[in-house]
């Protein structure tokens, strides 16, 4: 096996067509634990996005073509090239995102890396041609997928729209986000050394208002598979909509974590905390609000503020923290605005806050935030933060708190905790969002992920993010 390693974090090319094309346009990285320059990524332009649209239509026929296990063995030959970039991705994810290390192996690296060799299964086991009936069911791959990626999981979402676009016979045009590039590009190298054919997976990197739109609008691409914003997806459905292509559109989110009366209240709380403050806060589907019984209310308060206090925010590169910084000076500025925002309106702070942490002075760091005594329309309750900020709201029972969660432009993820697990199922049922834990259950990398409301359309993950890649025609004989 013949693995092509960079060790640079220097990239001033675009891949376009099986070739490493250098662009005069580049944009430094910075490294949000340090604030220091790391590395460069190329900034393609609308040129740009025009090849790698067509080395990509060139090159669907014979992709589409081959048998789906041909397909797969491609996809298992570049797990095992991620395999061997272990480390080195770990490494840049650290340098790039500001993840904690632990946190960069097991959920940006590991867990992509899962999704990638679920996919190469699914690849095999999907049934592209069935029955119904008389009639021959063919599933079709959809065409040139574009994928534009956010920062602050750059590999796993990078995994998830790839994996399932090549796994359906499709080809694709990447645009990671600015912030966050580099390790797309190893997932890159590691493609062409596990011979992912010339075309089928093209690489422009760049800004949104450059790359991104003009993928979103452009004719030669017949789905957008995007993960960011809401207001910045409602911009790329608008431009697709142009074209009448689909959109695969993972948005934002404000999820509830729901405990029930009968709940152990300690465990729920802490799971909360944990859930919300994972990868600084920066998750779509972060339990960001916490729901309790009003009779334990004060007490819930108290158990997720004092646990709060105990995570460790510090050097990512460090195994012991908990915390890195969020990805930069103006995310950080942003969060910590919302917070001062919120008690100034009355919220009780019962742990962080929007000042530094101590000792922490160079990067983009925040302390770990619980807020209390908010009402709910108050935009800390209502807005999705994207931070360490977590806040506490009582219920009066069952139908009450189910009338809470609900009570949210976003519908993304959420929890329900209760010692009956019927109980559980019953709220959780009622609740409208894409995926639903009951008391902390594990996840589950082929269910499918997505979201109601404003939260997005269509579903990631397992078959259904496949079939989001492909097109039905039913043959009558």
Same mark, same amino acid.
């Given at each position: 096996?013949?693995?092509?390693?960079?060790?640079?974090?220097?990239?001033?090319?675009?891949?376009?067509?099986?070739?490493? @094309?250098?662009?005069?346009?580049?944009?430094?990285?910075?490294?949000?634990?340090?604030?220091?320059?790391?590395?460069?990524?190329?900034?393609?332009?609308?040129?740009?996005?025009?090849?790698?649209?067509?080395? #990509?239509?060139?090159?669907?026929?014979?992709?589409?073509?081959?048998?789906?296990?041909?397909?797969?063995?491609?996809?298992?030959?570049?797990?095992?090239?991620?395999?061997?970039?272990?480390?080195?991705?770990?490494?840049?994810?650290?340098?790039?995102?500001?993840?904690?290390?632990?946190?960069?192996?097991?959920?940006?690296?590991?867990?992509?890396?899962?999704?990638?060799?679920?996919?190469?299964?699914? #690849?095999?086991?999907?049934?592209?041609?069935?029955?119904?009936?008389?009639?021959?069911?063919?599933?079709?791959?959809?065409?040139?997928?574009?994928?534009?990626?956010?920062?602050?999981?750059?590999?796993?979402?990078?995994?998830?729209?790839?994996?399932? #676009?090549?796994?359906?016979?499709?080809?694709?045009?990447?645009?990671?986000?600015?912030?966050?590039?580099?390790?797309?590009?190893?997932?890159?190298?590691?493609?062409?050394?596990?011979?992912?054919?010339?075309?089928?997976?093209?690489?422009?990197?760049?800004?949104?208002?450059?790359?991104?739109?003009?993928?979103?609008?452009?004719?030669?691409?017949?789905?957008?598979?995007?993960?960011?914003?809401?207001?910045?997806?409602?911009?790329?459905?608008?431009?697709?909509?142009?074209?009448?292509?689909?959109?695969?559109?993972?948005?934002?989110?404000?999820?509830?974590?729901?405990?029930?009366?009968?709940?152990?209240?300690?465990?729920?709380?802490?799971?909360?905390?944990?859930?919300?403050?994972?990868?600084?806060?920066?998750?779509?589907?972060?339990?960001?609000?916490?729901?309790?019984?009003?009779?334990?209310?004060?007490?819930?308060?108290?158990?997720?503020?004092?646990?709060?206090?105990?995570?460790?925010?510090?050097?990512?590169?460090?195994?012991?923290?908990?915390?890195?910084?969020?990805?930069?000076?103006?995310?950080?500025?942003? @969060?910590?605005?919302?917070?001062?925002?919120?008690?100034?309106?009355?919220?009780?702070?019962?742990?962080?806050?929007?000042?530094?942490?101590?000792?922490?002075?160079?990067?983009?760091?925040?302390?770990?935030?619980?807020?209390?005594?908010?009402?709910?329309?108050?935009? @800390?309750?209502?807005?999705?933060?994207?931070?360490?900020?977590?806040?506490?709201?009582?219920?009066?029972?069952?139908?009450?708190? @189910?009338?809470?969660?609900?009570?949210?432009?976003?519908?993304?993820?959420?929890?329900?905790?209760?010692?009956?697990?019927?109980?559980?199922?019953?709220?959780?049922?009622?609740?409208?969002?894409?995926?639903?834990?009951?008391?902390?259950?594990?996840?589950?990398?082929?269910?499918?992920?997505?979201?109601?409301?404003?939260?997005?359309?269509?579903?990631?993950?397992?078959?259904?993010?496949?079939?989001?890649?492909?097109?039905?025609?039913?043959?009558?004989?």
């Amino acid at each position: 096996m013949t693995t092509t390693i960079h060790t640079t974090w220097d990239r001033n090319s675009i891949l376009v067509g099986g070739d490493w @094309i250098p662009v005069t346009d580049c944009t430094q990285v910075h490294d949000p634990a340090t604030e220091s320059v790391i590395g460069r990524s190329a900034s393609a332009g609308a040129d740009h996005v025009d090849a790698a649209v067509s080395a #990509a239509r060139s090159a669907g026929t014979a992709w589409g073509a081959r048998a789906p296990g041909d397909r797969a063995d491609i996809l298992d030959d570049l797990c095992t090239h991620l395999r061997a970039r272990r480390q080195l991705l770990v490494d840049t994810t650290v340098a790039e995102v500001g993840a904690p290390v632990t946190v960069a192996e097991e959920a940006h690296i590991d867990l992509g890396i899962e999704i990638l060799t679920s996919y190469a299964r699914l #690849a095999r086991d999907l049934p592209f041609r069935e029955r119904l009936g008389r009639t021959l069911l063919l599933r079709r791959p959809a065409g040139v997928v574009a994928c534009i990626t956010p920062w602050n999981y750059p590999f796993y979402q990078l995994a998830a729209k790839v994996g399932a #676009a090549l796994a359906a016979g499709c080809t694709t045009v990447v645009k990671p986000a600015e912030l966050t590039p580099l390790s797309t590009y190893l997932f890159a190298d590691a493609a062409l050394d596990a011979g992912v054919p010339p075309g089928v997976l093209n690489l422009v990197p760049g800004s949104g208002r450059t790359v991104g739109a003009a993928l979103a609008a452009h004719p030669g691409v017949d789905v957008v598979s995007f993960t960011g914003s809401t207001a910045v997806g409602r911009g790329v459905a608008h431009a697709a909509a142009e074209s009448l292509k689909r959109a695969c559109l993972e948005l934002g989110g404000k999820s509830a974590s729901v405990v029930l009366g009968d709940a152990p209240l300690p465990a729920a709380v802490t799971a909360t905390v944990d859930a919300a403050m994972l990868n600084s806060g920066q998750t779509c589907s972060a339990w960001t609000r916490l729901l309790v019984p009003r009779t334990r209310y004060e007490e819930a308060v108290e158990l997720a503020a004092v646990h709060a206090r105990t995570l460790r925010v510090g050097d990512p590169r460090d195994r012991a923290t908990q915390l890195g910084p969020v990805i930069s000076a103006a995310q950080r500025r942003s @969060i910590a605005e919302a917070v001062d925002a919120a008690v100034a309106g009355g919220a009780r702070l019962a742990a962080g806050g929007s000042g530094v942490p101590a000792g922490l002075e160079t990067g983009h760091y925040l302390r770990p935030t619980v807020l209390a005594d908010v009402g709910p329309h108050d935009p @800390i309750v209502r807005n999705e933060i994207f931070g360490p900020v977590l806040v506490v709201l009582p219920h009066d029972g069952d139908e009450d708190a @189910i009338r809470l969660a609900n009570d949210s432009d976003y519908g993304l993820g959420g929890a329900v905790w209760s010692a009956d697990p019927e109980r559980a199922l019953g709220v959780a049922a009622r609740m409208d969002t894409g995926q639903v834990d009951i008391n902390g259950a594990p996840f589950n990398p082929e269910a499918p992920f997505g979201g109601w409301k404003s939260s997005g359309l269509g579903r990631e993950l397992g078959r259904f993010g496949v079939e989001e890649f492909t097109e039905l025609t039913a043959v009558q004989r």
